[in-house]
C-alpha cells in the first residue's frame, strides 16, 4: 500500500478519540462491574465462612462437652455406689472401678486419699502432695484439670477428672482417672474452609487448657502460644471476632463449653477464607478477560477489513498500477492535507515527455509504458522524500520540498543528469521532458498552482535545449490559464489582437528571400507579444483553432493583395495548418472560398502541415493534399525528422517541400544525424520535392547545409519572424539586390 495513501486515508484523528474513549468507558465499565462482584463474593464467602466457622466450633464444642460429660457421669456413678455400698476401703473402691480403664479410654484410674496418695488401679501409690492438679482435686466437688505431664510418667499430657466420695458431710475419697489430653482434641475433629481451620480448647483465662492436634506445628504452636498469652482476641463489628497473628488476619468464633468456663474457639485465616471467593473472582476475571479479549479481537478485525476496503478503494482510484505513484485524482486531495509549513517550501513542477505519441508509434507502447516506469523509479531514487503523481497518460505532477529556486535547480539537475547517463549508457530510449515549475505559497489554490506551473511548461514545449521553465510573476501572458485564454479569444480576435509575422525564407546561395511564413503573435493592448507556443495548445484543445487559422489565412491574403497593390513583388508565405483541422475538413471549404474571393494567386500560397500529423488516427491527409493542390496551393511537411512517418508517407502525400526540422539543424556536427540530413536531401531530390533547412541559427550550419546540396532555409541566422511592415522593407530591399 502506498506511503502516502497510507498517511492521508489511515483511521482518521476524530475515528480513533472516539475509539479510545469507548475502549475507556468500556473498560471502566468492566472494571467497575468486576469489582462489584468482587466484593458481593466476597461479601457472601465470608458470611458463610463466618457461619461455618460457627457450625463447626458448636459442633466440636457438643462432642468435647459430651465426652467429658459420659465420663463425669461415670464418676457420677461410681461415687453414688460406693457411698450407697458403703464402700469405705481404697482396694474395694479400685477393684470396683478398674472395669472402667480400658472401656472408658482413661489412661490410669485411683483413689485419692487424705495423706494425698493416689492409689492407682494398676497397683501403685504415689503421693501426690503439692502437685496443684490433686491439691485442687482434694474438694468436694466435680473437677477437670488443663493438661499436664502424668505424674508416673509418659510423654502425652493428660486432663485429671476427679470426684469426691463423701461419708456424710466428710469428704472421705476423690476418684481420679487421667484421660490423654490427645483424645479430647480427637474430638474437635470436625473441620472447614478446606481442613484450614484451627480448634483450641480455651479457659476461662482465655488459655489453652488442651493441647491441640499438630501442636508440634510451629505455625499452630506459635499460635496457641500467641492465644494463651494475649488478649487481642476483639470481636469486629459484625458480631463476629477477628485476630491479627504474624501479619495475618484470623475469623474466630468462641463457643462455652460449660464445664470450668472452657470454651472452644474455632478460627480460620482470612486468606483461607477468601481463597474461595479468589477462585471464584478469579474464574470470573478470567472470564472477563476471554470476553475482553474476544472483543478486542472482533473490533480490531472489524476495523481492519474497513481500514482495508478503505484502502482498496482508495487505491482504485487514487493509485495508478503501472507505476505505483498515486495519479492526479489524489493530487487535489492530497494538496489540501499538505501542512502549511511543508507548502511553504515546495514546489510544483508539472511535466511531459516531448513527443511522447511518438515514442509510443516508433519503439511499441510496452517501451512508453516502461519508459513511464522509468520516471516514476529515477525520482523514487534520487528524490525520496519527494512526491510524484501521475496526471494522464505522460503528464506527471512533482511537489519538491525546497527552500529556494537554487536548491530547486539542484534536485532537478540530479534527475535530469541521471535520464542523460542512462540515456548515454543505452538504459534507456532518448527522450525529453518539458516542465513548467512554480514555488507554492501558501493560501495559493491547488488549480491556480498548477496552471501557473502550465503555462510555464507552455512556455518551453518543444524547445528541447530548455527542459524546465520557472513561472514569472512578471509576465503578464504566462499569468493566463488556458480558461482565461479561452474567454479572452473571441475579443481578442475582434479586437485584431492576433497578428500575422513573416519569417522569411533564403535561397543561401543568392541571399535572396524566396518566401515567408506567416506566424501568428497575440499583441495585447499594452503591447505584450504572446509567441504561439503558449496559446496554440491551449485553443487547439478548445478548437479556436479553426477560427483562428481562418482568420490568419484570411489576414495573409488581405495583406499579399495590400503588398501587391503597393507595387511589392510578393513571394510564396506559407500557412500553418493544425493537426485539429486533419480530424475537422470543415476548413476546406473556407480555404476555398478565403483564396477564391480575396483573389490571390494561388501558388502564392502554401499550406504547413506538421510531419506529426501524419500517423494521428485515421486521417484522409491525402484527400486535404489533393485539395489543396486542386485549388493550386502548395503544401508543405512541416518539422519533418520529429514524426517517424518515413519516405513512404512522403511519396503517398505528395508534399511540394519538405521542411528538416530544427533538431536536425541543431545535430549538424554529429555524424548519424549528418547522414540521415543527407539521405532525406538526396530522398527529396528523387520524390522531386523542395527541402529547406529550419532553425538555422549559425554559419556552419549554413555551409554545411549548402555543401550537402540543401539550399532553401529560415531561421534566425537570416532573420527572426517579424511584423507585416518590416517584412514589406525585407521585400523592397531584397528586390533591389
Ligand atoms: P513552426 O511552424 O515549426 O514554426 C517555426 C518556429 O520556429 C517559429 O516559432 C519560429 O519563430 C521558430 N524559429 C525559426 N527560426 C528559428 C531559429 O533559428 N531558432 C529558433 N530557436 N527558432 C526558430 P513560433 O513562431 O513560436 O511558432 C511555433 C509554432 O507554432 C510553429 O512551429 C507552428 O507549429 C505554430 N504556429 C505558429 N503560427 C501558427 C498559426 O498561425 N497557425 C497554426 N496552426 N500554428 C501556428
Ligand atoms: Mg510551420
Ligand atoms: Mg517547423
Redesign the pocket.
Known amino acids: 500500500m502506498n506511503r502516502v495513501i497510507k498517511n492521508e486515508f489511515g483511521i482518521s484523528k476524530k475515528v480513533k478519540i472516539i475509539l479510545l474513549l469507548g475502549v475507556l468507558v468500556f473498560f471502566s465499565l468492566s472494571v467497575f462491574i468486576y469489582v462489584k462482584l468482587y466484593t458481593d463474593i466476597k461479601k457472601i464467602v465470608r458470611r458463610q465462612a463466618v457461619d461455618s466457622i460457627r457450625n463447626i466450633s458448636e459442633l466440636n464444642a457438643d462432642s468435647v462437652s459430651r465426652s467429658i460429660t459420659n465420663r463425669k457421669i461415670l464418676l457420677d456413678t461410681i461415687a453414688a455406689r460406693i457411698m450407697s455400698k458403703d464402700m469405705w476401703s481404697a482396694d474395694a473402691i479400685l477393684r470396683d472401678i478398674e472395669g472402667y480403664v480400658g472401656t472408658y479410654d482413661f489412661y490410669n484410674m485411683g483413689v485419692l486419699d487424705e495423706n494425698m496418695d493416689v492409689h492407682l488401679t494398676s497397683g501403685d501409690v504415689i503421693n501426690v502432695a503439692g502437685r496443684p492438679q490433686f491439691e485442687t482435686a482434694w474438694d468436694d466437688e466435680f473437677h477437670l484439670s488443663e493438661s499436664y505431664l502424668p505424674v508416673s510418667g509418659g510423654e502425652y499430657a493428660v486432663n485429671l477428672f476427679s470426684y469426691p466420695v463423701c461419708r456424710g458431710k466428710e469428704l472421705k475419697y476423690v476418684i481420679i482417672a487421667t484421660y490423654y489430653s490427645k483424645n479430647l482434641t480427637e474430638r474437635m475433629n470436625i473441620s472447614s474452609i478446606r481442613g484450614n481451620a484451627f480448634n483450641f480448647l480455651l479457659s476461662g483465662g482465655g488459655d489453652v487448657v488442651i493441647y491441640p492436634r499438630f501442636y508440634e506445628n510451629k505455625e499452630y504452636n506459635g499460635l496457641m502460644k500467641y492465644i494463651n498469652y494475649t488478649s487481642k482476641i476483639i470481636p469486629d463489628e459484625s458480631g463476629d471476632k477477628y485476630f491479627v497473628y504474624n501479619g495475618e488476619k484470623y475469623y474466630a468464633h468462641f463457643e462455652q463449653l460449660g464445664i470450668n468456663q472452657w470454651h472452644l474457639m474455632t478460627c480460620a485465616k482470612e486468606r483461607e477464607v477468601f481463597a474461595d471467593a479468589n477462585m471464584i473472582t478469579r474464574s470470573v476475571f478470567m472470564g472477563m478477560g476471554l470476553l475482553w479479549m474476544m472483543i478486542i479481537i472482533a473490533v480490531f478485525m472489524t476495523l481492519y477489513s474497513v481500514y482495508r476496503s478503505r484502502m482498496e478503494m482508495r487505491q482504485a482510484v487514487f493509485y495508478d498500477e503501472l507505476l505505483h505513484i498515486e495519479n492526479g485524482n489524489f493530487l487535489p486531495v492530497f494538496f489540501k492535507k499538505l501542512p502549511p509549513e511543508e507548502v511553504a517550501n515546495m514546489f510544483m513542477m508539472t511535466f511531459d515527455i516531448d513527443k511522447f505519441k511518438e515514442f509510443n508509434y516508433i519503439y511499441g507502447e510496452e517501451s512508453g509504458d516502461n519508459l513511464l516506469k522509468y520516471i516514476a523509479q529515477i525520482f523514487r531514487e534520487e528524490l525520496p522524500t519527494d512526491y510524484l503523481f501521475r496526471h494522464l497518460s505522460d503528464n506527471f505532477v512533482a511537489l519538491v520540498h525546497c527552500e529556494d529556486q537554487k536548491e530547486f535547480i539542484e534536485k532537478i539537475e540530479k534527475v535530469l543528469g541521471r535520464f542523460e547517463r542512462d540515456i548515454d549508457g543505452g538504459k534507456i530510449q532518448s527522450f525529453d521532458i518539458s516542465a513548467g515549475v512554480r514555488k507554492m505559497n501558501v493560501g495559493d489554490s491547488f488549480r491556480r498552482i498548477m496552471s501557473d506551473a502550465l503555462i510555464a511548461k507552455g512556455t518551453i514545449k ?2 528541447q535545449v530548455q527542459q524546465y521553465a520557472f513561472y514569472d510573476e512578471n509576465i503578464l501572458y504566462k499569468r493566463m490559464s488556458y480558461m482565461e485564454m479561452e474567454s479572452d479569444f473571441a475579443r481578442a480576435l475582434r479586437a485584431n489582437e492576433f497578428r500575422v ?1 513573416y ?1 522569411p525564407r533564403f535561397d543561401m546561395c543568392t541571399g535572396k528571400i524566396i518566401g515567408a ?5 497575440w499583441v495585447k493592448a499594452d503591447g505584450t507579444i504572446i ?3 503558449i496559446f ?1 495548445p491551449c485553443f487547439e484543445t478548445s478548437r479556436q ?1 479553426i477560427l ?2 481562418e482568420a ?1 489565412l484570411e489576414a495573409v491574403c488581405r495583406q499579399m493583395n495590400e503588398m501587391e497593390g503597393d507595387g511589392i513583388a510578393i513571394k510564396k508565405v506559407s ?4 493537426r485539429v483541422h486533419l480530424k475537422n475538413h470543415g476548413i476546406l471549404p473556407k480555404i476555398e472560398k478565403i483564396v477564391k474571393e480575396s483573389g490571390v494567386n494561388p501558388t502564392k500560397l502554401s499550406f ?1 502541415i ?1 510531419e506529426s500529423a501524419l500517423y494521428e488516427d485515421s486521417i484522409p491527409l491525402k484527400h486535404i493534399v489533393d485539395f489543396l493542390h486542386r485549388l493550386g496551393c502548395k503544401v508543405d511537411m ?2 519533418y525528422g520529429v514524426g517517424v512517418s518515413g519516405p513512404n508517407a512522403l511519396a503517398a502525400n505528395q508534399f511540394d517541400m519538405i ?1 528538416l ?2 533538431s536536425f539543424i541543431d545535430g549538424i556536427g554529429d555524424q548519424r544525424t549528418e547522414a540521415v540530413i543527407k539521405s532525406t536531401i538526396s530522398l527529396s531530390r528523387t520524390l522531386g520535392m523542395e527541402i529547406l533547412a ?4 549559425e554559419k556552419y550550419q549554413v555551409d554545411s547545409l549548402l555543401e550537402w546540396g540543401c539550399g532553401l532555409a ?4 537570416f532573420s ?2 517579424v511584423p507585416e511592415e518590416e517584412y514589406r522593407r525585407m521585400l523592397v530591399a531584397d528586390k533591389r539586390k
Open positions: 518543444g524547445i509575422y519569417q511564413e506567416a506566424l501568428v503573435r509567441p504561439p507556443g496554440i483553432i483562428l487559422d490568419m500557412v500553418n495548418l493544425s504547413e506538421t512541416d518539422d521542411k526540422d530544427k529550419e532553425g538555422v541559427e529560415q531561421g534566425f541566422y527572426p519572424p
